[in-house]
């Protein structure tokens, strides 16, 4: 299957050549940003392309973006550090003000901002974001933000931050997801003025952090759009983020399937390349098989976002079907180097524990499953 924007793809893998499996083991080892990495990717402009031309950045579709994330993934590189850098501002360009926007995306489009953290998840409060307890309450020209986000990456790396705080009660609405609103927070000013930042360690290495809210006082120009719609804000740029993860994971297969073709056809196992047992080829060839179905579910979720039509359905199913489809080449890919998939010189352990999280975050394989199940198929809510 030929792939698309190869040109794009050429130029991004150039990059990624230059940051081999010991760099990422050692940051991986020692917890660290790769932040050598991101320079490179954010000055080859690869990180704003979907930012319009008009506020610096070039203005592609997510077709190109998501061409990006696979061979970053595919080259053995870690897109997790820096992928939200590529979408989070979507919220801003569709429900922020014209000075939000200036005062921020030709920043994120020359290098100079990063907004790649977004404060969602609460230790109370993942899958049923309804239930946030954050709190923005506003008092004259400003907000009080009092509460504690977890799971909050690259915020450590991060000049602005989206944060998804209550503004009225969940009883007070008609639904639950009313009252909810999003401010674009400077942490640069933030930080040390009731934002406190810890980092969380995790199982692979995400720049994770808890952060906690006590009386931060914003500006009320943070807020973005208005006040209490910030859960429909947040959902419109899911489909982004959802396509742009599932290029990820066609990435991570694509590099499974290639180590593990090499490696069955070098080791040698009673004398001859374990690749000649069927019982090696197989795996492989599956994987091989429902990837490239998986990367087809991409290309048209892609296709369905770039013309501006409703893909949710088609996003859900492609980061549904690339995650599992990653998450079983890396199981294979382990499967087939034996031992030595244990072993962190062949990065094969590394890339296992890094494609896992793309079945529980942004969005857990149950959920998708219940969005199909009752926005697709018409069958009862089930929560
Ligand atoms: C490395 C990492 C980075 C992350 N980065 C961010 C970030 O930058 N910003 C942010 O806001 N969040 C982030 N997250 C959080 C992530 O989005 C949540 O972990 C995820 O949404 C699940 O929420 P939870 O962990 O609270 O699980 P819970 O909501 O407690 O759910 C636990 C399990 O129960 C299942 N479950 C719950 N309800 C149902 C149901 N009704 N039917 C079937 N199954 C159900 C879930 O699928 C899950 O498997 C990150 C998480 C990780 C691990």
Redesign the pocket.
Known sequence: MEKRHQDIREAVAQVCSQYPGEYWREKDREQQYPSEFVKALTEAGFLSCLIPEQYGGSGLGISEAAAVMEEIQAAGCNGGACH?QMYIMGTVLRHGSEEQKQSLLPGISSGQLRLQ?????EPT????TSRIRTTAIKEGEKYRINGQ?V????IAHSDFMLLLARTAPREAGEKPHHGMSVFLIDIRQAEGNGLTIKPLR?M?N?A?TEVFFDDLMIPATSLVGEEGRGFRYILDGMNAERILIAAECIGDGRWFIEKAVNYANERKVFNRPIGMNQGIQFPIARSFAELQAAALMVECASDIFDSGQDCGAEANMAKLLAADASWKAGDMCLQTHGGFGFAEEYDVERKFRETR?YQ????????IL?YIAEHVLGLPR??
Do not use: C, E, Q, Y
């Open positions: 939200a953290a977004f404060g969602v998840t409060s993942g899958t049923d986000k799971w909050t990456s690259r995790a692979i995400h994770a999280l529980i975050a942004p969005i857990s394989t149950n959920l219940s089930s929560f």
